[in-house]
């Protein structure tokens, strides 16, 4: 499978996890595809932590750049339901919202997140075997 294209899952499903599109001409760069998915597993769990920790100190302005700084990162891989749970996250933050709905757009979140995580670590360690074409 080309870098460049949405992963499908393992499923019947054939809605793609994620659609690198919104990166423009770079989605067709394998090696700026590649780094961005390392990158994008290496900060991803501990971006998450990060706003995880925020909503449980109640630190509403934190949850609000969290949130906002996620939900741009969500966009460029084509995730629209946690780049939506994020905005909600992000205005719920703004007024200073019940902690307990903040966590269950988190769960929603993690739970949205983890099969592209677990799609990337795949291709990247299938991208180690696969012969380089220049």
């Not at 996620?70 to 200073?96: D, F, I, V, W, Y």
């Not at 988190?106 to 799609?119: D, I, K, S």
Request: proline share 7%.
């Amino acid at each position: 499978m080309s870098s460049s294209h949405p992963a499908e899952p393992a499923c019947t499903n054939h809605t793609p996890l994620y659609n690198l599109s919104a990166l423009g001409r770079l989605a067709h760069d394998a090696g700026f595809v590649r780094e961005f998915k390392q990158l994008v597993l290496q900060e991803m769990p501990e971006r998450l932590a990060d706003l995880e920790a925020a909503v449980t100190a109640a630190n509403w302005t934190r949850v609000v750049r969290e949130s906002h700084s996620l939900k741009s990162t969500m966009g460029q891989l084509g995730l629209p339901e946690p780049a939506h749970l994020l905005r909600q996250m992000e205005l719920a933050a703004a007024s200073q919202p019940v902690r307990a709905q903040l966590r269950g757009w988190l769960r929603r979140l993690r739970l949205a997140v983890a099969p592209v995580l677990l799609a990337f670590q795949q291709e990247l360690r299938a991208d180690r075997f696969a012969p380089v074409i220049r």
